[in-house]
């Protein structure tokens, strides 16, 4: 009977994968409007929440596909696998108002391109003194140093392998988290207090949910125009990543 | 139709990979180059054009939007299906170098948006007295 039971899960692995994301999104949400006073975004603890569920359904299958692994949470493959992400991925640029980004002009420009250039460099740099020394490898963790999107698209495009993919999305959580939890603290510092300066701080944070997060808390005034230019910094970080940054890291080191 | 957005957001995203492959082709890279990205800054593109034509009703707006917030979730689902117990030796990697490109891009932050700043540099109210404001006008 319980093994009937299992099989209306097991059999519909997409639906009961909406179903279990949707439940943790909800737990997570909880625990960030009554845990953090709504300081860490729900989304960033639920990120958080997923790799360590995917951490504990690895140590149980020893497999390699985290929860996914067991076979009640088989769709997660399937929800969280490159189709349905790119897909989801390319739809948020619909909210890119061109009109909008233009107010952004030249230092909107070249925050875009020095915010996806300090972690392409840093993050491979870090990389590399870590230890990883292949080019797929320092691309894959330089590219999850701009975002936990712009790392995971990058090594799929490059054939990364899942715990390189993991790490890139871990690496992107930690900057997306601290994006969030100090922007209100230092907002005055860098004179983050007008619609100009939201732009240039988008493009150059680059983190949607850290931007919106850390916005939100500064001054939900200048949310909109912060996260426009992440938007746009996603999509040219994914543009980016595994083209110009990747064949330059490859020149320098081999292979 | 949701349809019509929903094959407009497929098609961008099509044309994006078929791009992504010529050029990965061109330069002799064994990948998809940058597949996402052309995708993302077509549908900008296309939307723009559709939108000052009037071309694209709510309905097809629906059939990106439903989309564009799944991204959290499958996001979430995406994490939750990786090799995270073979990356954790790489954990310091991922604390180390987030910090320190987050502790370097804050300090360009004020840097940059004093090379140009034009008319929308001027600061907001008070968010106190903006409330205070708008609470008068009421």
Redesign the interface.
């Known amino acids: 009977m319980s093994e009937r039971l299992l099989d209306v899960f097991t059999s519909n692995g997409l639906i009961t ?2 179903a279990a ?2 439940l ?2 909800l737990i997570c949400n909880l625990v960030s409007t009554h845990l953090t006073a709504g300081r860490i975004h729900g ?1 960033a603890i ?10 504990i ?3 149980t299958t020893g497999g ?5 692994d067991i076979a009640l ?1 088989s769709g ?2 399937l ?3 490159s189709m ?13 108002d ?1 009109g909008e980004l233009r ?1 952004a ?3 909107g420009v ?2 875009l391109f ?2 996806l250039g ?2 392409f460099v ?2 491979g740099v ?2 590399y003194l ?1 230890g ?1 020394t292949d080019p797929v490898a320092v691309t894959t ?1 330089g590219a ?2 701009a975002t ?2 712009v790392g ?2 990058t090594g799929s ?3 990364a ?7 890139s ?7 997306s988290i ?2 969030m939890i ?1 922007t209100p603290a ?1 907002a005055r510092t ?8 939201a ?3 988008g493009g ?2 680059g983190t949607t ?1 850290g931007v919106a997060g850390g916005l939100a808390a500064t ?1 939900p ?2 949310v909109p125009y912060g996260a426009m230019t992440a938007t ?1 910094y ?10 110009l940054f ?2 330059i890291v490859r020149a320098l080191l081999g292979g | 139709m949701i349809i019509y957005g929903v094959a407009l ?2 098609a ?2 099509l044309a ?1 990979n078929v791009i ?1 492959e010529l ?1 990965g082709a061109a ?1 002799g ?13 077509l ?3 296309v ?2 054009r559709l939108q000052q034509n009037g071309r694209l009703d709510l309905s097809s ?1 629906r059939g ?5 917030s ?19 030796t ?13 502790a ?3 300090a ?3 840097v ?2 004093r ?4 008319k ?5 109210d008070e ?1 106190e007295s ?1 409330q205070n404001k708008e609470s008068h006008d009421e």
């Open positions: 994968a909406f994301v949707g943790l999104m989304s639920a990120i958080a929440a997923g790799l360590v569920l995917s951490y359904g690895g140590l390699e596909d985290g929860l996914a949470f997660l493959g929800m969280g696998g349905l992400r790119d897909f989801a991925i390319v739809a948020t640029a619909f909210g890119v061109v107010k002009g030249l230092n070249v925050a020095a915010g300090v972690p840093l993050g870090v990389a870590f990883y963790i999850g140093a936990y999107i995971p698209v495009a490059i054939g392998g899942s715990d390189l993919i993991a790490l999305i871990a690496i992107g959580l930690v900057k601290s994006v100090i230092i860098i004179s983050l207090n007008n619609p100009s300066a732009l240039v701080f150059m944070m949910s001054d005034r200048l746009f996603t999509g040219l970080g994914c543009l980016l990543g595994p083209s990747y064949l | 957001l497929a961008c995203m994006g992504g050029i330069i890279v064994d990948s998809n180059v940058g597949g996402v990205g052309l995708a993302m800054l549908l900008v593109f939307v723009y707006r990106v939007e439903f989309w564009s799944l991204y959290i979730p499958i996001v979430v689902a995406m994490a939750a299906s990786q090799n995270v117990v073979g990356a954790v790489g954990g310091p990697v991922a604390v180390v170098g987030g910090l320190l490109v987050v370097v891009s804050f360009l932050v004020p940059i948006a090379l140009g700043a034009g929308y540099a001027v600061p907001l968010l903006a």
